[in-house]
């Protein structure tokens, strides 16, 4: 890990520099000019050469303590951190009265480097050091706690077992930033391609893999008009794979013109649109600023993003933090509110991803207590939306070194991550790994297919409503693909719904999911959507009107679906429909139909009271008489205690 020469120059001009009683005189001259000469060239950016004659001016007065300051310094600055260790451990060695203050540049080292036994010892004689600053001593105590939680961390590791998603999606170049559809069959990733006509020789484009009997495909360029030029990168995909929103930034002036945005990076969408994808269009303000947003992540509602904005300055990007943004009504975002102090720090945060069960966030930070550099954390949302403390993810899932970009599947069994351990294809590869059971989210399961045209076929682009039943509340709301009809909506456990699927000219589609308490394995949902085109004889299952046992009161949540209805019937107001009670087989034959008619008619003064004029409206009971399924099964019978409505003239 890399320690920048901002940090540094905090650490060690500051603490150092400003705060050592004494400035060491060598007896040597030649020691004296060679560590002159060796500051000049560090000063003019000269560090090779500046280092040649500070190891020089040591050959001459081993004893000399500003070389090993400057160097130190230096080491440090070009990532050469057990170098820099060895040097400030020689200051102290041979003055560590007069040079206390370095020990917490010591500490911080031996914490970048894992070596947390070290780190504490010397963050402790910092902190007996009588001018030591308010700030720095914040940090070690901060530090010092995280090397307790890191040893015993290492003592008690998490199962971590990664395995390279191969040559489809790896290759001798850096992939990173993954993001998957919540069925665990498309995967979207940067990847940092070598490019002789852009500024520095390399650029960052998409590239998508599918995967067939388990294997993930060679990866293709996600192409025009997404792909540029000039840098793409840190995607989120919605769970149904069909909207995209990455980070672009402008583009360097001679070397292709970027997209235009608000600030230096900007966050832009796209849809597709059967096999492609629209022209990025950006998400504008107040989602984008005049500062740096990028690492987008998208709730599988569609309704809430999350992101990180960092603030511009001239010493670089500056106060990273997790922000989130609701989509209105008319399309719009509001303005961007950041997460509770649980979650951001004072340090930096990065690689936010919220899973498809909508309450379990993971983000990488280096202000929590951690193993050290940027951490893995998951938090989940109680039932007041307050996001609970941060959990780290454990040893070795964290390391000393920077861990971020960790994606969760849908049935949150993977976790997704980039890494650039041996025994890969080259650079940085993409890697999965089986999530320990402490870390992860809530079970979701999901329903896949095509809306098409019941009588033609064709595929059509429709309006989807996950309701949940308890609440009333919509939980997802999307479109189906205007291409190839398809669809893929996300089931969160524990709950029950109701699907309906719209679309103007056409009688609507309905379906209700219980996905009960204590599903410990949710299987998939593989269901087309046929609609009927509006004609008379049509008719249509309420399969989320429901009623008490052997009575005709309604149950509160049937009020959703006839609610539907009632929207329904207000598009079309030409429309006359007959509302139709059915029971299955079990039981007297004429109390089956005076229930059923009782029925239709509780629904058909529902109607009324919510404005439709009652001549538009009919209601009858037909009893165990018009049967859909075999009465000989509980699904059978299940299925023939409905509630329908029937087109009797547009």
């Known amino acids: 890990m890399r320690i920048s020469l901002f940090s540094f120059f905090l650490f060690l001009s500051v603490a150092l520099f400003a705060q050592s009683p004494i400035k060491y005189v060598s007896p040597s001259k030649k020691a004296t000019k060679l560590y002159e000469s060796g500051k000049l060239y560090y000063e003019s950016s000269n560090d090779d050469l500046a280092i040649a004659d500070l190891e020089k001016a040591l050959k001459e007065d081993p004893k000399y303590i500003d070389v090993y300051l400057l160097l130190g310094y230096i080491y440090s600055d070009k990532g050469r951190n057990e170098d820099a260790l060895t040097a400030f451990n020689k200051v102290i060695e041979l003055d560590p009265i007069n040079y206390q203050v370095i020990n917490f540049t010591i500490g911080r080292l031996n914490m970048f ?70 069925d665990d069959q498309t995967i979207l990733f940067t990847r940092l391609i070598n490019d002789a006509q852009v500024y520095g020789g390399k650029q960052e484009d998409f590239y998508i893999s599918k995967k067939e009997n388990g294997i993930w495909q060679k990866a293709l360029n996600l192409g025009a008009p997404i792909n540029t030029k ?15 929103i990455f980070v672009a930034c402008q583009g360097i002036e001679g070397y292709g013109v970027g997209r235009k945005g608000y600030g230096s990076c900007d966050l832009f969408w796209s849809r597709k649109k059967g096999n492609n ?51 209105n009504d008319d399309g719009s975002w509001t303005n961007p509110v950041k997460l509770s102090n649980k979650i951001n720090t004072p340090g930096k945060e990065e690689s936010v991803f919220i899973h498809p069960d909508g309450k379990t966030l993971y983000f990488s930070s280096d202000g929590h207590i ?46 997704y991550f980039a890494s650039d351990r041996e025994g890969g294809f080259g650079g940085l590869d993409l890697y999965s790994f089986e999530l320990p059971e402490h870390a992860r989210p809530d079970l979701v399961s999901y329903m896949k297919g095509k809306v098409y045209d019941a009588e033609n076929k064709n595929p059509l682009e429709a309006n989807f409503q996950l309701i949940d039943l308890a609440t009333g509340k919509t939980v997802v709301e999307a479109l189906s693909n205007p291409g190839n009809g398809e669809f893929l909506v996300c089931l969160p456990a524990n709950k029950n719904y109701a699907l309906n699927v719209s679309k103007n000219g056409y009688l609507f589609f309905s379906e209700n999911f219980s996905l009960k308490e204590g599903a410990t394995n949710l299987q998939p949902i593989k269901k087309d959507v046929p609609l009927s085109p509006i004609k008379e004889g049509e008719k249509v299952v309420l399969k989320n009107v429901f009623f008490e046992t052997a009575k005709f009161d309604l149950k509160d949540e049937s009020k959703i679906e006839l609610d ?26 004429k109390s089956n139909l005076t229930l059923s008619d009782n029925r239709s008619k509780t629904v058909y003064n529902y109607l009324v009271s919510k404005g439709i004029a009652a001549e538009r409206l009919s209601s009858k009971g037909y009893g165990d008489t018009m049967p859909i399924a075999d009465n000989k099964t509980p699904e059978g019978r299940s299925l023939n205690r409905r509630t329908e409505f029937k087109i009797i003239s547009k």
């Not at 989940?380 to 993810?393: Q, S, Y």
């Not at 429309?575 to 059915?582: P, V």
């Open 113 to 182: 480097l894992g070596k947390y036994d070290e780190a504490k010892k010397a963050y402790g004689y910092y902190l007996k050091y009588p001018r030591a600053n308010p700030e720095n001593i914040s940090i070690a105590k901060r530090d010092i706690a995280s090397c307790d939680f890191a040893i015993n961390a290492i003592k008690n590791p998490v199962p971590f077992n990664p395995k390279n998603l191969g040559e489809g999606v790896n290759s001798s170049l850096d992939e990173y930033f993954p993001c998957v559809t919540a």
């Open 230 to 244: 000039n840098n793409e990168g840190a995607p989120t995909i919605s769970p149904d794979g069909q909207q995209i």
């Open 564 to 589: 539907k209805l009632v929207a329904f019937l207000q598009k079309n107001p030409t429309l006359k429909i007959e509302i139709s009670g059915h029971t299955d087989n079990q039981g007297d034959q």
């Open 277 to 327: 994808w629209s022209a990025p269009v950006n998400l504008m303000e107040p989602v984008n600023s005049r500062n740096w947003e990028t690492q987008p992540s998208i709730s599988s509602d569609g309704k809430t993003l999350y992101f990180i904005r960092g603030i511009v300055t001239r010493e670089g990007i500056k106060e990273q933090d997790i922000y989130t943004s609701v989509k």
């Open 370 to 415: 951690g193993m050290g550099g940027l951490d893995i954390y998951m938090s989940k949302k109680d039932e007041n939306g307050e996001w609970g403390t941060p959990v780290n993810l454990g040893y070795p899932i964290n390391t000393h070194k920077d861990e971020n970009s960790l994606l969760v599947s849908a049935d949150g069994r993977l976790a």
